[in-house]
C-alpha cells in the first residue's frame, strides 16, 4: 500500500474516532442535563454503555448484546439533532427501559405495532416527544376517538391490534402504514428523520428467546434500574409521577414463568399416572396448606380450548399449538382441541403421529362459561384431566366452573388482563 494511501486511511479513522468523541461528548452532556431534571432518568442512562454505529438506521436505540441492553447511537445521524431533542431522546430512551419494552415485546410478531404502542405510552411523560414518534393526540386524530391516557403500552397494543380493516386503512391514508409503520414522504427524509429504532428489541435467533435468557436480561434491567433508584435521592424520587413509582415497584417483584416448562411438569405428572391436588396433603411437608399433593389419576386427559374471538394471530396460535403438541408426543399422551366463542363450535383430536392443522371456526363474543358448561354437560371426568384456555382473556367476570380445578389460562396478553375475577387455576403469559 503506497504512502498516501496509508495517509489517507489514517486521517479516515482519525476523524470517524473524532466525530465518536464528539458525539459521545454531546450525549453525555444530555445525560447532565436530565440529571438535574429528572434524576432518575439520567441515573438509567448512567448504567447504559454506549455503542456507535454508523451503520445504525436510527438516530438511537436500545439493542440487546450478550444479554445485556446498550444504546446504539449513529454519530452522523446525531448531528442533524439540537442538544434539546438529544436530550427528549434519551429520555425516552430511558423510559423504554423503566417499562421494560425491550424484554416484553422481543418475541412479539406485531413489530411495527409495538413500535407505536410503546411510543403512544412512554412519550406521554415527555414535554417534547423525539419527532417521528407516535403520540396519543396523534393516534386519537387519525382514530377519531377518545382513548385513554396513562395506559400501560399492551393495552395501546390491544387497541391497534383489534382495529378492524376500515381503520387500518385510515391509518395507512392518514400516514401510518400498521403493517409497514412508514411515514408519507420520501425513503431518504424518513431515514434522516427517524429517532428512535425498535430493531435490537427483537430476540434472534442465537438466543431463541429460550427462559434462560430472559431471566438474565430481567435481571439485568432489575441491577441497572435499582442501582439508579439508589443513587437517585430521596427528594427527586417525591416528585417522580406516580406511574413510573408503581412501575419500578413492579420490576422488582416481577418473575418470570415459562408456561411451557409449566405444562411439561404437569404433562409429566400425567404420563406417570399422578396429578397435583390440593384435596391431598403434601407428603413431604404436610404443614403447608399452600402446597398441593399427588393423586392418581383415573382417565388422562387434555383439553384445549382455543378463544376464536380474540386478538390472538394465527402465526401464534400455531406455534402455541405446535409447541404442546410436541410435548404431548414426548409424553404419547392425547388432547382434544375445542373452538369457542360464545359457544363450543368444533372439536379435534390431537395426537403422536397425526399432523394436526387447527381450522378458526366461530367468531362471535367471548364466553368462558361455555367452557365448563360443556364439560358439565358431557359428563367428562374432573380427576386426571388438564384443561388450557388459550384467550386474550376478554369475556364475562364471573364463572361456574363446576368443581373443575386443574385449569390454565394461557394469555395472549397480560396477565392481569383476564376479565374472570379470582380466577380458579394458573393464569400464565404466553408472550
Not at 377518545?146 to 397494543?157: E, F, G, H, M
Not at 403493517?179 to 434472534?204: I, V
Amino acid at each position: 500500500m503506497s504512502f498516501d494511501k496509508l495517509f489517507s486511511r489514517f486521517n479516515h479513522t482519525r476523524s470517524a474516532n473524532n466525530k465518536r468523541q464528539n458525539t459521545d461528548q454531546r450525549v453525555t452532556r444530555g445525560v447532565i442535563s436530565l440529571l438535574q431534571k429528572q434524576r432518575l432518568l439520567g441515573e438509567v442512562l448512567l448504567q447504559l454503555p454506549r455503542k456507535f454505529d454508523l451503520r445504525f438506521t436510527a438516530v438511537m436505540g436500545l439493542e440487546w448484546e450478550n444479554n445485556k441492553l446498550l444504546l446504539v447511537i449513529n454519530p452522523d445521524k446525531l448531528d442533524n439533532l439540537s442538544s434539546d431533542e438529544i436530550e427528549n431522546l434519551l429520555e425516552h430512551e430511558a423510559l423504554h427501559i423503566i417499562w421494560l419494552h425491550p424484554l416484553r415485546y422481543a418475541a412479539n410478531p406485531h413489530h411495527h405495532l409495538v413500535q407505536i404502542a410503546t411510543d403512544v405510552a412512554v412519550n406521554q411523560y415527555i414535554s417534547e416527544p423525539p419527532r417521528n414518534t407516535a403520540t396519543l393526540s396523534q393516534l386519537q386524530q387519525l382514530l377519531r376517538q377518545k382513548i385513554a391516557p396513562r395506559l400501560d403500552s399492551q393495552d395501546y397494543l390491544d387497541l391497534l391490534e383489534k382495529l378492524p380493516i376500515e381503520q387500518q386503512e385510515k391509518l395507512r391514508h392518514a400516514g401510518i402504514d400498521l403493517n409497514k409503520s412508514g411515514s408519507k414522504g420520501n425513503a431518504a427524509d424518513d431515514n434522516l428523520q427517524k429517532s428512535d429504532s425498535h430493531h435490537g428489541w427483537q430476540a434472534t435467533k442465537k438466543d431463541g428467546h429460550q427462559l434462560n435468557n430472559q431471566l438474565i436480561k430481567l435481571a439485568s434491567i432489575k441491577q441497572l434500574l435499582a442501582k439508579a433508584w439508589e443513587q437517585t435521592p430521596h427528594r427527586d424520587r417525591g416528585l417522580l409521577p406516580g406511574n413510573i413509582k408503581s412501575q419500578l415497584k413492579n420490576v422488582k417483584q416481577m418473575k418470570l414463568v415459562d408456561w411451557q416448562q409449566v405444562l411439561k411438569h404437569q404433562f409429566g405428572l400425567l404420563a406417570r399416572g399422578q396429578i397435583e391436588s390440593h384435596a391431598r396433603f403434601n407428603r413431604r411437608q404436610p404443614l403447608r396448606m399452600d402446597l398441593p399433593g399427588k393423586v392418581t389419576r383415573l382417565t388422562p386427559a387434555i383439553d384445549i380450548f382455543v378463544d376464536n374471538s380474540g386478538s390472538v394471530s394465527d402465526e401464534e396460535l400455531d406455534q402455541a399449538l405446535a409447541t404442546i403438541e410436541k410435548m404431548i408426543s414426548h409424553t404419547k399422551l392425547t388432547a382434544t382441541v375445542y373452538s369457542f366463542d360464545a359457544k363450543v363450535t368444533s372439536k379435534e383430536q390431537l395426537h403422536a403421529g397425526k399432523k394436526f392443522i387447527h381450522t378458526r371456526s366461530g367468531g362471535g363474543g367471548t364466553s368462558f362459561q361455555c367452557v365448563f358448561d360443556y364439560l358439565h354437560q358431557h359428563h367428562l371426568t374432573k380427576r386426571g384431566r388438564i384443561i388450557i384456555i388459550i384467550t386474550d382473556g376478554w369475556g364475562e367476570e364471573k364463572i361456574n366452573t363446576y368443581h373443575y380445578r386443574n385449569i390454565y389460562w394461557l394469555m395472549m396478553t397480560k396477565a392481569d388482563q383476564l376479565s374472570v375475577k379470582d380466577p380458579v387455576g394458573k393464569v400464565l403469559e404466553m408472550r
